[in-house]
């Protein structure tokens, strides 16, 4: 997968990591960007192609596909974090939180693999989290639905794979965006973050995972769950 002559529709693309992967998928040489927001006055980014998305709107996504019908490169990037837990948090927003990263991204997949068939395969990737291996207290909510979306990542790389669609995830952990303003603790450059996962498609990679806490949350996995969260698994 190439990046110059990519025809690539990138979601959230007003702020954070999506504007970089906007500006970036510009700078290397994308034919076309599709920057989509739910309000596109937002978008202020020159040179892109602003369209209106809301992924959690059926109608919207499907109007969105039934524009960008040239694209190769799709970059499912828009998410919420709302900080709440599964035990006592508020009910709709732990719905928002799958409503966005899970069934927002699996609309959008659904919605443009017969685009991206139709031009010859292309890509998808996915912007995933250190969360989708973690939980932690106050954000259990975020991790449940980035685990739900990592696993739909798998899933929809297998199916997909007949049609030469490449499918990557992209895991990382706390960076420097709105969505992590008020937590005073050492964050990626988001600008870092997206070169490294531009990098991983056209090194057609499965999975980017571009600091040590994505590493070490990955390799944790095979560990004892008292080892991995003793005082919450042992009440102690």
Do not use: C
Request: glycine residues 10%; negative net charge.
């Amino acid at each position: 997968m190439k990046i110059s002559g990519s025809v690539a529709l990138v979601t959230g693309a007003n702020r954070g990591i999506g504007r970089h992967f906007a500006q970036q998928l510009l700078e290397r040489g994308a034919t076309k960007v599709y920057a989509t927001a739910r309000n596109p006055a937002l978008v202020d980014l020159p040179g892109v192609q602003v369209l209106r998305l809301d992924i959690t709107d059926a109608a919207s996504v499907a109007a969105a596909a039934a524009t960008a019908t040239d694209v190769t490169l799709l970059i499912n990037n828009a998410g919420v974090f709302t900080s709440q837990n599964l035990v006592t948090g508020a009910l709709e927003q732990i719905r928002l939180e799958m409503d966005t990263h899970f069934y927002g991204t699996l609309t959008m997949v659904r919605a443009f693999a017969p685009v991206l068939a139709a031009n010859s395969g292309g890509a998808i990737l996915n912007v995933l989290s250190a969360m989708s291996w973690l939980a932690y207290d106050g954000a259990n909510a975020y991790g449940a639905a980035k685990a739900a979306q990592w696993s739909l990542t798998n899933g929809i790389r297998m199916e997909l794979a007949g049609q030469g669609t490449l499918v990557t995830g992209l895991h990382l952990g706390s960076t420097d965006t709105d969505m992590m303003a008020g937590h005073d603790i050492a964050k990626n450059d988001p600008a870092d973050v997206v070169r490294a996962a531009l990098d991983g498609i056209e090194a057609d990679q499965h999975e980017v995972l571009v600091d040590d806490a994505s590493v070490q949350a990955k390799a944790a996995l095979a560990a004892d769950l008292g080892t991995r969260y003793p005082q919450r698994v042992s009440g102690s």
